[in-house]
């Protein structure tokens, strides 16, 4: 599990990616090379919480867009993050 914390944001844990997980997620955000910059980090965050990557806080839809832009930028970076590193190879 990957953890962050932020001072004005709290807490927030990503789990551990497994295959199923990246295929998944991929399959969720495919076609969204269209969206606005803002569009597209929302629809991340959405995707990562209905498929169970977002292990706190417990994300919805209706939270997702209540929440402030700053903090939605703030969670969709960490995936980000956490989804490069996931396809990381680490040296031998």
Known sequence: MAEFN???FGRLV????TQRD??????????KSELTMAEYEG??????AKL???AEP???????DALP???VKW??????NVIAEANRLDPE
């Open 22 to 31: 990246m295929e998944n997620y991929i399959a969720a955000m495919k076609d």
């Open 14 to 17: 990503i789990k551990d990616l």
């Open 75 to 80: 969670i969709a970076d960490k995936l980000a």
């Open 58 to 64: 417990k994300l919805t839809d209706d939270t997702v």
């Open 43 to 48: 629809q991340a965050v959405r995707a990562s």
């Open 6 to 8: 932020h001072k004005t």
């Open 52 to 54: 169970g990557l977002i």
């Open 69 to 71: 832009r700053k903090k």
